[in-house]
């Protein structure tokens, strides 16, 4: 259950406590193209209705507001938003604003973010998206550059009493998946400043990264322990909890299934899903649910073939 961002005795309350705290500049982070502002429509969406986010209660703010800087509104968040039902949020976009000077960012990038925050107009303990939050930096690698940008724009949300989630689509990817980073989170593209400066830091790997039909969405504040929640997406796009038998999943498996009603064994099933690639376990799950859905009967254990549909 949600609540306002004010409390009955007057006191105000963080978004998600110990998580996404008022004042606070959080990372969204991932591989170009991997969905982020997808997610983050998502996001704006729980934040916007007070809705529990990952199973964390959310403190509704009184307002969200999104700020597009790397395409139009039309062919960027704006398109993600209005497919998550969000297109009444008050927002800002580079692209489209004939008056914006992109020369405004070298003369002063943090001075012009803050300048952007202040168009919304959005009142204290409401949260902001910035998309993306790298091209308010300089030199992502250089250590003093990176703390005292990220120390500007907190210091500019603080009094405003703003909680920001910046995107960044910028990360640093092993094609060898034995030298891949430990940490997801280490593998956003910068110096070390960006975690020991930042608060929350969260990072979606797809597919190719997990090397599993899901997404994996790692949350890691510095208040509360790590957590990584499994996503798929919809028909739309949008991502919604992966539950390990998918539409897709099941269409899949049974594709693997001889057509002609012959019988397979469980580890040949298992061998051949490999390259979807799908695990035993996720395997396991989805012949289950095949069988109660009537399209695979188990003959005996271990082995499985079609169910013969009868038409008439």
Sequence with gaps: MSQDATASD????????????TGSLNLLAGASGVGKTALAASLARAFRDGTPIFGHA????PAVGYINGDRSWEH???????????SDLLHYSMKDDPQFNPRSLRQGRTVCLTRLIDRLQLPPYSVVFIDPLSMFFGDLNRYEECAQTISEIQYALL???????GLMHSVKLKADKRERYLRPQ?????????FGYCDTQCYLASPQETGRPYYAFTLHPHLAPLQTFFLTRDAAGL?????????????ALLAL????????????????????PM???TVKRVLRVLIDRGYVERVRPGIYRRRQLVTH
């Design 10 to 21: 007057g006191r105000q309350l963080d978004l998600i406590p110990r998580i996404f705290t």
């Design 58 to 61: 959310v403190n509704k703010p």
């Design 76 to 86: 960027g968040a704006g398109y993600w938003l209005a497919e998550a039902g969000c």
């Design 159 to 165: 009094p405003r009493q703003l909680t920001a989630m």
């Design 186 to 194: 280490d593998s956003i593209l910068g110096s070390a400043a960006l």
């Design 239 to 251: 991502f919604i909890p992966y539950d390990g038998f998918d539409d897709k999943n099941l269409q």
């Design 257 to 276: 299934i001889p057509p002609d009603y012959t019988e397979i064994d469980r580890p040949e099933l298992a061998e051949r899903a490999e390259a979807i």
């Design 279 to 281: 695990s035993l376990a």
